[in-house]
């Protein structure tokens, strides 16, 4: 049981838990119902998948694992990579804000504001650390110019 808990602490599984909690909370407590934008949500939508499959071709391009954890064989600084080290992370969270303005409510946007800080806590902090130990200098100054988020 516990090794099927550990290799479901992926970051997509959050996302979908995440946008799970926002059409829960979208129908118990909506706060404040500002009606569906589909336009609006379906850009953030579609811009967080473009983003994460520009990301991951960067991943295959340099032949590292794209999965959390995993011992890195490159760093990536290149394409999204060069503004922003998590772009993958990022293109989620616009999918959970393209959702909860699909579903029109500020209720269903609440899960936007937790999303960053579990992902930065449980995956991003650690991927930081494993980074700067495996590429040194040059991840130090990579993370020095780039935007987490």
Request: include cysteine.
């Amino acid at each position: 049981m516990i090794g099927l808990l550990s290799r479901a602490d992926l970051p997509p599984v959050w996302l979908g838990l995440h946008a799970l909690l926002a059409a829960v909370l979208n129908e118990t407590k909506p706060v404040w119902i500002f009606g569906s934008n589909p336009v609006a949500g379906g850009v953030l939508l579609a811009a967080g998948f473009a983003l994460i499959g520009w990301s991951a071709v960067h991943f295959a391009l340099r032949k590292t694992p794209i999965e959390p954890r995993r011992h890195p064989k490159s760093l990536i600084t290149s394409g999204p990579f060069a503004f922003n080290r998590n772009p993958i992370y990022t293109g989620m969270w616009l999918m959970l804000m393209g959702t909860g303005l699909l579903l029109g409510s500020l209720g269903a946007l609440l899960p936007c504001l937790l999303f960053p800080i579990l992902i930065t806590r449980r995956f991003i902090l650690g991927e930081e650390a494993l980074l700067r130990r495996s590429f040194g200098d040059e991840a130090d100054v990579w993370i020095a110019r780039s935007r987490r988020w």
